[in-house]
């Protein structure tokens, strides 16, 4: 009985150990390591029709979601003093009628973001990340009722500003598309 349970100890140890390498947990982020502080400029805006504060609400959602999960990254607004800036610009906002109701009347509206955005070692003086074509869509439906009408509008921006900031964010941190550019 004690060799059958030794046996099972050795196998089970052995398979242990055999499969250390398989899982690596991440650990630090996909940028240079000298880059600790991430400048976060407003974001400027190309769009004709833009919405209000449309280029803020990215801003401060790409600001909001470094602190969440930028592994100890400090984020400022001015690039003087920073590693790294994030660089973002509105290209253009639409607001379409996607979907008809039996009067001919838009029921489902698809809101369109496209911007650009750029991230520059400002300590190397590298280009890590250009994206000048970020797309990003949500829909939303209007009530048939007069009386309960919400404006779903701004509620979309709001989820496109987090899905485009978590884009971003996860792009610095995992170093996905990051690139080595000498200039």
């Known amino acids: 009985m004690k060799l059958i349970n030794l046996s099972l100890a050795l196998v089970l140890l052995?398979?242990?150990?055999?499969?250390?390498?398989?899982?690596k947990p991440v650990t630090n982020s996909g940028l240079p390591k000298h880059i600790r502080i991430i400048a976060v400029p407003a974001f400027q805006s190309e769009a004709r029709g833009l919405r209000y504060r449309v280029g803020s609400r990215f801003t401060?959602?790409?600001?909001k979601e470094i602190i969440r999960r930028g592994n100890g990254l400090k984020v400022q607004g001015s690039p003087t003093g920073a590693d790294a800036v994030i660089e973002g610009t509105i290209r253009d906002f639409s607001f379409t009628g996607v979907l008809l109701d039996r009067e001919g009347r838009a029921r489902v509206y698809e809101v369109t973001i496209v911007s650009?955005?750029?991230i520059r070692d400002l300590k190397e003086n590298k280009i890590l990340y250009d994206n000048q074509?970020?797309?990003?869509?949500?829909?939303?439906?209007?009530?048939?009722?007069p009386r309960s009408f919400f404006n779903e509008e701004d509620p979309a921006v709001e989820r496109i500003a987090r899905m485009f900031a978590e884009s971003v964010v996860s792009t610095v941190v995992n170093g996905m598309g990051v690139k080595e550019e000498k200039r």
């Open 60 to 63: 401060e959602a790409v600001t």
């Open 14 to 23: 052995l398979l242990v150990s055999g499969f250390t390498d398989c899982y």
């Open 133 to 145: 074509n970020f797309v990003f869509r949500d829909s939303f439906e209007f009530s048939r009722d």
């Open 116 to 118: 650009a955005v750029t």
